[in-house]
């Protein structure tokens, strides 16, 4: 019997263990339901984000049925162990009540060895029944026994809160929560260097509220250097929006045309989040700026950004970090600003996401932009947005 006492107190170890799992689990998966009602209520006209919330509440009502199941079995098991331990005890109980009558009969006995055994044997169960949280005798096959979940020592708020950041981008950053800026002619300054040259807006003013260090947002999410992009032409048309949101979004959604994701995935961390500059085009819109796919020149380039709209440049990134290993490589970056000396265009200044921190802002010479943009496309937004 000692050793099948020890074995129910490891059981009963496990079990409740488990039922604080699942007592949180639940807890989770009810202010998960809350929030897919809140994100209902909010009556989003997007048919793609409705879809998504709608297999969300589909996938989180999965979720609870099998908790409530698993609920169910623990409970389940936990009685047949109380069963077990009364078991045990009332033979233990029936022992004593038998040496206390052989004492009685018999100076000649004794039996404080024995007595103290069993008792120690009952407080064990009693400890068992204890961790089960089962203070009274159960009773074979009685199903109304209440066992009380332990306190989840998480806050409701805790929970959603974080629950609202995986989804922030259908809770918070959908374009009929936030619209971008939409201006009828620019409102950033031209700047007069000392060289006679002027540039427009600041850059690095504007390169410091940008994202330039991409892939750290989403794990296995490296090539995310377009969706960074489109995050950065948001953010300057005063949307609130991070890399994280774009791969969210881009990673769940299809092209209209070719039904791909707008994002590669599953290939890589160095590739997963790559975009098209179509993809780029549908993902802007989703979010509110419409935008048009422009043959890539410096004329084209330079008209759009000194005009306050977003540009997002394809280039070669071999050609346009030379360097001869990325020669033939894709990648995006954001323009921020144009310098000129007259009419002649002389640089672009840009944030690039694919250097990982160092060019915030960077001035590229046009003779560089020129190679790099060679038989490339251009997202420009149709708004002014700055």
């Known amino acids: 019997m000692a050793n099948r006492i020890e074995e129910l107190r490891k059981k009963a170890t496990e079990l409740t263990e488990t039922r604080s799992d699942l007592a949180k689990r639940k807890k989770i998966n009810a202010a998960d339901l809350s929030i897919v009602n809140e994100l209902f209520d909010i009556s989003l006209k997007d048919d793609d984000a409705l879809r998504d919330i709608s297999a969300l509440a589909k996938s989180t ?49 004794n039996l404080d060895e024995q007595k103290r055994e069993a008792e120690e044997k009952i407080e064990s169960l009693e400890d068992v029944k204890s961790i089960l949280g089962l203070d009274t005798p159960v009773r074979r096959g009685d199903s109304n026994i209440s066992i009380e979940t332990p306190e989840v020592h998480e806050s409701k708020t805790e929970i959603l809160d974080d629950f609202k950041s995986k989804y922030d981008m259908l809770y918070y950053n959908h374009p009929t929560m936030q619209i971008p800026r939409t201006l009828n002619h620019s409102e950033q300054p031209w700047w007069t260097d000392d060289d006679g040259s002027r540039y427009f807006n600041n850059p690095v003013e504007t390169g410091a509220t940008l994202n330039y260090r991409q892939g750290y947002a989403v794990g296995g999410f490296g090539g995310t250097c377009g969706l960074v992009s489109c995050a950065n032409i948001l953010t300057m048309a005063g949307v609130k929006i991070s890399e994280a949101d ?12 070719r039904e791909n994701l707008l994002c590669t995935i599953n290939e890589g961390y160095g590739k997963n989040g790559g975009t098209t500059v179509e993809g780029r085009q549908q993902i802007l819109a989703h979010f509110g700026l419409k935008s048009s796919i422009e043959k890539a020149t410096v004329d084209n380039i330079a008209n759009a950004v000194g005009a306050g709209k977003g540009v997002i ?38 944030c690039d996401s694919g250097t990982l921190g160092k060019d915030m802002v960077r001035e590229v010479p046009i ?14 937004t149709e708004q002014i947005i700055r």
Do not use: C, P
């Open 246 to 257: 774009m791969v969210f979004y881009a990673s769940t959604h299809r092209d209209k045309i």
């Open 61 to 109: 009502d999965i979720e609870q049925r099998e908790v409530e199941n698993e609920v169910k079995e623990n409970k389940d098991l936990i009685n047949e162990t109380g069963d077990e331990a009364d078991g045990f005890i009332s033979e233990l109980q029936e022992k004593l009540h038998e040496f206390e009558r052989m004492e009685k009969t018999t100076d000649l006995l």
């Open 367 to 380: 003779k560089t932009v020129a190679k790099a943009i060679r038989g490339r496309r251009i997202n420009v």
């Open 313 to 350: 440049l394809a280039v070669d990134a071999g050609h346009f970090w030379n360097d001869r290993e990325h020669i033939g490589g894709g990648h995006a970056v954001t323009v921020t600003s144009v310098r000129k000396h007259g009419d002649r265009i002389i640089s672009f200044f840009v």
